[in-house]
């Protein structure tokens, strides 16, 4: 059980290093006038983003939510 509990957060936490580089990765595009790559990095932070809240129990998908907001 708790190497299942440990697969869990390790998952977690590789979805959201993920996202965070993403989201470095959208401010680039932002901030050089790529449209096109920063819709498609915002296309692929949703995606992670489904997939974080797929693998997240509901408890932690409350945390994750006021962190968000």
């Not at 590789?14 to 819709?39: C, G, T, W």
Request: aromatic residues 2%; glycine residues 0%; proline residues 1%.
């Amino acid at each position: 059980m708790i190497s299942q509990e440990y697969e869990s957060i390790s998952h977690v936490n590789e979805l959201l290093r993920q996202i965070r580089v993403k989201e470095n990765q959208l401010k680039i595009a932002q901030e050089s006038h790529m449209i096109y790559a920063a819709q498609s990095i915002e296309n692929q932070i949703l995606e992670l983003r489904h997939k974080l809240s797929e693998s997240q129990d509901p408890e932690l998908a409350a945390l994750m939510s006021l962190l968000e907001d």
